[in-house]
């Protein structure tokens, strides 16, 4: 197991510098992969995932930076010099081997002895549920079954510097999903292996690893846990995209503690010294700290309300913007006038789509 450390890796396809940003599939990044950690990459379609999972595995040779595996340079080692294991959408196994020989071939190759294969093809068919047939063919299989099995030769391997995995569930049954999620995280706590799993998903992200890291446009936007992308989106993107609904961002102008918004103020759970009084800002909040009420709050106009079940949400629009409220229990509304109340806590300024840190409220008073 290694430590994996990107020092100023970014990638041109079409090679060298490019003489503006836009023109790296994954601009320039720093950034140190722990052992034994998980991690997942996340982000739309095209936003640079695969390439950096490339970079790792050795099938993209970055066109700028260094990539170290603890103190040795492995920029330009094929894939095979890197002592890394793989895991991709589609099953890739033997189906004419058994199950067990198919989980046995990666530590048969290595030679290990035969009494420590059995061992350890038996712990890893038992966390992964495959124990029942371990004698079976793969041929017979469902695809389920057969991309556990790839997950299985995946982490059988427990001399690996890293187990990369790129969008592994694609194929798996929806309601079995859920399952194997949590079931791949509690693997990675048995086997304490650095994991990176690449995902456009964020509830596989979220549930599987320690760290995740969002990318937007080829560039990793914020690289934190759950809670932390959840709580404090250092980035727009990262509040829009985390979360659903998304975080909700609206235009206003920062006036010391308080941002006007269409000509009313909304108190904020700090003061922003360094801004201006009078510019422009996005004021960022998660539809789960804006409640609705019947009275106290800002004036909006309700839109439509979703009922989810466990939750109801309503759509309402502040002076014009639009804003997703959460709607307290019990509460009942008639007609399309109401009330929002923001948790000062909760509320993030935003400029240029950065998170621009706030001075505490009773830091200021202590001071
Ligand atoms: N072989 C290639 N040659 C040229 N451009 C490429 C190549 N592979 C990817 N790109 C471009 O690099 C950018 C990042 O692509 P990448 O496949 O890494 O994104 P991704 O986040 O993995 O997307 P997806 O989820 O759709 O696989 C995209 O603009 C893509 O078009």
Redesign the pocket.
Do not use: I, Q, W
């Given at each position: 197991m290694a430590q994996i450390t990107l020092d100023g890796v970014g990638?041109a396809?079409?090679g060298g510098k490019p003489a503006t940003d836009a023109g790296y599939?994954?601009k320039p990044l720093h950034h140190v992969w722990e052992a034994g950690k998980a991690y997942a990459?996340l982000?739309?379609?095209?936003?640079?995932?695969?390439?950096?999972?490339?970079i790792i595995s050795g099938l993209?040779i970055p066109s700028e930076g260094r990539l170290l595996f603890d103190d040795r340079d492995v920029t330009r080692l094929p894939t095979e010099q890197r002592n890394i294991a793989q895991v991709f959408q589609f099953p890739v196994i033997y189906d004419t081997m058994t199950v067990a020989e198919n989980l046995a071939f990666p530590l048969k190759n290595r030679g290990m002895p035969k009494d420590r294969i059995a061992a350890r093809v038996n712990e890893i068919a038992t966390m992964l549920d495959l124990n029942h047939d371990l004698n079976r063919r793969a041929r017979g299989l469902t695809a389920d079954a057969k991309q556990k099995i790839s997950l299985g030769r995946g982490l059988v391997r427990s001399d690996v510097s890293a187990v990369l995995f790129?969008?592994p569930l694609t194929v798996i049954d929806p309601a079995l999903k859920w399952e194997l999620r949590s079931k791949l995280k509690a693997v990675h706590r048995a086997l304490d292996l650095l994991m990176i799993y690449?995902t456009?998903d964020q509830v596989e992200a979220l549930t599987f690893a320690d760290k995740v890291v969002v990318?937007n446009d080829?560039r990793a936007v914020q690289i934190g846990t759950p809670a932390e992308l959840f709580e404090k989106p250092e980035h727009t993107f990262v509040g829009y995209f985390i979360g659903s609904p998304g975080m909700n961002l609206l235009q206003g102008k920062i006036q010391g503690t308080r941002v006007i918004l269409d000509g009313q103020e909304i108190a904020l759970g700090a003061a922003y010294p360094g801004l201006a009084a009078g510019s422009p800002v996005k004021l960022g909040i998660r539809p789960d700290y804006a409640r609705l009420s019947t009275s106290a709050g800002l004036p909006v106009q309700v839109r439509r309300i979703d009922d989810l079940g466990r939750k109801r949400l309503a759509h309402v629009s502040l002076g014009g913007q639009p804003l997703v409220a959460t709607v307290p229990h019990g509460m009942s509304l008639e007609g399309t006038q109401a009330c929002v109340q923001f948790d000062p806590a909760r509320t993030h300024i935003y400029v240029d789509d950065h998170r621009v840190e706030g001075q505490s409220l009773s830091e200021g008073r202590a001071a």
């Open positions: 990638h396809y079409g599939a994954l990459l982000g739309p379609s095209g936003c640079g995932k695969t390439t950096l999972l490339n993209v790129d969008e690449v456009h990318m080829g």
